[in-house]
């Protein structure tokens, strides 16, 4: 064997355990509890008080385990459509913010701009904002969220 050819499989093998190295502890870093996280409605609000155009910022709270967790969403009524969004930035997950006289969602971070659909219209962000799934039950509404 060369000296060329043997460096050269000493570099392939070299790197290939690397790469397996790395990836370990990519797996081993990775919290399953994120990955095992279960779709849960909360409840919003009662079915009268949704937005009837517009977009409408909604605070709410729930209880995880020993503790009283707040978050917001953003429920968007426009052309008989509701939607509810996250409002955590695709980008480095920064929370936006409604500026109704521009019709944006702002984040103040690095400057990412989305429309009234969540679409990414200018800044940083590479995905549209996370769509979030609302039920409505017996006149109350419930958002869709990860716990």
């Known amino acids: 064997m060369k000296r060329r050819d043997f460096l050269k499989r000493a570099i392939k093998v070299f790197f290939s355990i690397l790469a397996v190295a790395i990836l370990s502890a990519l797996v081993y870093i990775y919290p399953s509890k994120i990955k095992n996280r279960k779709l849960h409605y909360m409840y919003l609000m009662d079915e009268d008080d949704l937005p009837r155009k517009g977009v409408r910022k909604i605070e709410f709270e729930y209880k995880l385990e020993d503790r009283t967790i707040t978050n917001r969403v ?49 800044g940083p962000p590479p995905k549209p904002l996370t769509r979030l799934p609302l039920e409505i039950k017996d006149g109350k509404v419930y958002v869709g969220i990860k716990v």
């Open 74 to 122: 953003f429920v968007v009524a426009g052309n008989d459509v509701l939607t509810a969004f996250s409002p955590v930035c695709t980008h480095l997950g920064c929370l936006v913010n409604w500026d109704n006289n521009k019709k944006e969602f702002l984040c103040p971070c690095h400057g990412g701009k989305y429309n009234m659909n969540g679409e990414v219209i200018a």
